[in-house]
């Protein structure tokens, strides 16, 4: 009986006392930090696999063998305390990535009662494009890191042995993979500012010079390669999708001002006044106001009028 009273006093714009809101809040949150919780468990078990699975762009070498001159690397564990860093370290952040649904779906719960219908629309849209663009740039981030990872270790000087910890391969690679995915979500982005109302198509194609220029300038720095490959495995697909987020919104813009003539004016800018009468069934002749009775000239009460009015108007 309480709860069925608890469900009928909610509001449907989701308005609700404090306290309502901060027991929602906890009640999200704990079933995010559930979900967590249970992806990493899973990932404890099978660790010993994703570390195998991560580490595979490294050309390790075989167990009698000694890095010499860079050819291969040696993955060991440098402290006594690492294994368990590290293991504890990569189960986390796969619970984080792979548990992101759930617990970005409870925070979009909690938030989505006080957006209002077209923000509500924008977000779905937002999510729904989010996630295989996020997908892709991992994907090609996990592709070119063994051409990275060679060309890294071809620079270890001859005579050396290259000894890489497994903590710091795997940081690498989760690095790398962050990177490229959020690298993907730019022109999303740009597509986001323009339903907004905030970006237009025609200055985002004013930008496409230095846009083009920074995008290979990131592909150079964050890919540690000495040849072009990296550099243009990652710049080449957001130079794409950066054109193709230009060319949606110019189309959006020139469908907005179809819709509303004024949508493309400045924020100083006036539009065009529409002077012309409407006119809705019969028209009908507008009568002359009717004049005021008129009042006597003289003295009343002490204050001369002339006309109606008195001396002081």
Request: neutral net charge.
């Given at each position: 009986m309480l709860k069925s009273a608890r469900k009928q006093e909610k509001d449907p714009e989701g308005r609700m006392p404090l306290v309502e809101h901060l027991r929602e809040l906890r009640n999200r949150m704990a079933k995010g930090l559930l979900a967590i919780a249970a992806v990493t468990i899973v990932a404890l078990v099978y660790s010993e696999e994703l570390m195998q699975f991560l580490t595979k762009s490294v050309p390790t070498c075989a167990p009698d063998v000694t890095s010499n001159g860079g050819n291969c690397a040696i993955v060991s564990f440098n402290t006594l305390m690492a294994p368990f860093s590290t293991t504890i370290q990569l189960s986390l952040t796969t619970g984080l990535v792979v548990a992101s649904p759930i617990w970005l779906y409870q925070l979009w719960a909690f938030?989505?009662?006080?957006?209002h219908k077209n923000e509500k629309k924008?977000?779905?849209?937002f999510v729904g494009a989010a996630v295989p663009l996020f997908a892709a740039g991992a994907y090609l981030a996990y592709?070119?890191?063994?051409?990275?990872v060679k060309v890294l270790i071809s620079l270890t000087p001859e005579g050396s042995a290259n000894i890489l910890s497994l903590g710091d391969v795997l940081d690498f690679t989760l690095r790398m993979v962050l990177v490229f995915g959020l690298a993907f979500e730019l022109p999303l982005v740009l597509v986001m500012l323009n339903l907004t109302g905030v970006l237009t198509g025609r200055r985002m194609a004013g930008w496409w010079r230095g846009v083009i220029m920074g995008v290979f300038v990131f592909g150079a720095v964050i890919t540690p390669t000495t040849d072009p490959v990296g550099m243009i495995a990652l710049a080449g697909p957001i130079t794409v999708l950066y054109f193709g987020a230009v060319g949606f919104s110019l189309l959006n813009d020139r469908r907005r001002r179809r819709n509303n003539p004024d949508a493309g004016l400045d924020d100083d800018e006036a539009s065009v006044l529409d002077l012309t009468p409407e006119t809705v069934g019969a028209v009908e002749p507008v009568n002359a106001p009717r004049a005021l009775p008129e009042q006597a000239t003289g003295d009343h009460g002490g204050v001369r009028r002339l006309n109606g009015y008195d001396d002081i108007t």
């Open positions: 938030v989505a009662p006080g957006l924008y977000t779905y849209a592709l070119i890191l063994p051409i990275s």
